[in-house]
């Protein structure tokens, strides 16, 4: 059995004289006409969108040169910032304890987290928006003592909860419920046999949890909170309502005043625009880390031109190069 199998691998694959030139072809990929018809279609809209922004003079991109780097701008600029920076980081705090809480073995626990995610998940953040800030029409003062019992310390609702103050416990508290849920996804995606076979070695819950589960759940939770943190820079525009003066509401000042309304957002769009670009690369390259050992390959553009166009075609040399091994053997 042994033999034939070796007189197989050994026999030349060129019986012909036409079978050197069939090895030696080259191979070309099928061709898509359907893909390069709608990559043109796409180019001559591009170039329809990117001619029109650049020809048409009621855009004022002169203005929007001026305010770009306008004091005002970038203040509010660093308040966008700061306050998603802020948000993001105690709002995934505490959406942590909130799935937590959800996966307990404790019903009480568990039903709380449940309700609440349920809750502000079912209220726009406007309206928590607008609550929080009109919160000392229904409570006036807050205190801080025993329950039932006697206030040790007591404050002014109104002069408590400042627009900035409102923003940031609205948005904060709103991030939560998503990122408990993004959390316990995450977490339900790791197979619950990591977890006994570790517990089997003796480690403890917490190091299962951190060398274990949090290892294999980021590559879950780590989309998902991208997104959420893209989102949530956008969604401080809102603020504005309650007179805080973000990125956009320094714009929406500086046009009240000059009249100058689509250079003044054009403004406030291209900042938008840069910062989210900034924050998909960064996401970009977070998901890269945590995907390493599952990271799929990408085709670039210039690599599916090659394919695509015959000139490019590449020679078949293997199979020669097997036949003159097998010749020579």
């Known amino acids: 059995m042994t033999t034939e199998l070796t007189a197989a691998h050994a026999r030349p694959l060129t019986r012909g004289p036409d079978d050197a030139d069939l090895l030696s072809a080259k191979l070309v990929k099928a061709r898509k006409p359907g893909q390069w018809v709608s990559s043109a279609v796409v180019l001559v809209l591009a170039a329809m969108l990117i001619h029109t922004l650049v020809t048409n003079p009621r855009f004022q991109w002169d203005v929007v040169g001026n305010y770009f780097f306008h004091?005002?701008?970038?203040?509010?600029?660093?308040?966008?910032?700061?306050?998603?920076?802020?948000?993001?980081?105690?709002?995934?705090?505490?959406?942590?304890?909130?799935?937590?809480?959800?996966?307990?073995?404790?019903?009480?626990?568990?039903?709380?987290?449940?309700?609440?995610?349920?809750?502000?998940?079912?209220?726009?953040?406007?309206?928590?928006?607008?609550?929080?800030?009109?919160?000392?029409?229904?409570?006036?003062?807050?205190?801080?003592?025993?329950?039932?019992?006697?206030?040790?310390?007591?404050?002014?609702?109104?002069?408590?909860?400042?627009?900035?103050?409102?923003?940031?416990?609205?948005?904060?508290?709103?991030?939560?419920?998503?990122?408990?849920?993004?959390?316990?996804?995450?977490?339900?995606?790791?197979?619950?046999?990591?977890?006994?076979?570790?517990?089997?070695?003796?480690?403890?819950?917490?190091?299962?949890?951190?060398?274990?589960?949090?290892?294999?759940?980021?590559?879950?939770?780590?989309?998902?909170?991208?997104?959420?943190?893209?989102?949530?820079?956008?969604?401080?525009?809102?603020?504005?309502?309650i007179a805080v003066q973000d990125l956009l509401y320094s714009a929406q000042l500086i046009y009240q005043q000059n009249y100058l309304i689509l250079p003044l957002l054009l403004v406030a769009t291209i900042w938008y625009i840069i910062v989210t670009s900034l924050l998909s690369i960064g996401q970009c390259f977070v998901e890269r880390h945590y995907s390493r050992g599952n990271r799929r390959t990408q085709q670039g553009f210039w690599t599916t031109v090659r394919q695509n166009l015959p000139l490019f075609g590449r020679v078949r040399t293997d199979l020669r190069r097997l036949d003159d091994s097998a010749v020579r053997a």
Request: proline letters at 5%.
């Open 71 to 241: 004091d005002s701008i970038l203040r509010g600029l660093g308040l966008t910032l700061w306050l998603t920076a802020a948000v993001m980081v105690c709002g995934f705090a505490l959406g942590i304890v909130l799935a937590v809480m959800r996966l307990s073995s404790n019903p009480i626990l568990s039903s709380l987290s449940a309700g609440y995610v349920w809750l502000i998940r079912s209220i726009p953040p406007l309206v928590q928006l607008l609550f929080w800030y009109e919160l000392a029409s229904l409570y006036p003062q807050l205190s801080l003592g025993i329950p039932f019992g006697p206030e040790f310390v007591k404050a002014d609702t109104a002069h408590l909860f400042s627009g900035v103050l409102a923003a940031f416990v609205a948005l904060t508290i709103d991030v939560a419920a998503f990122a408990a849920e993004i959390v316990r996804g995450g977490i339900l995606s790791v197979d619950r046999g990591q977890a006994e076979a570790a517990e089997a070695l003796g480690l403890s819950r917490y190091r299962i949890f951190r060398r274990i589960i949090l290892p294999q759940a980021m590559p879950a939770i780590v989309p998902a909170s991208g997104n959420l943190l893209i989102g949530l820079l956008k969604a401080t525009s809102i603020v504005s309502v």
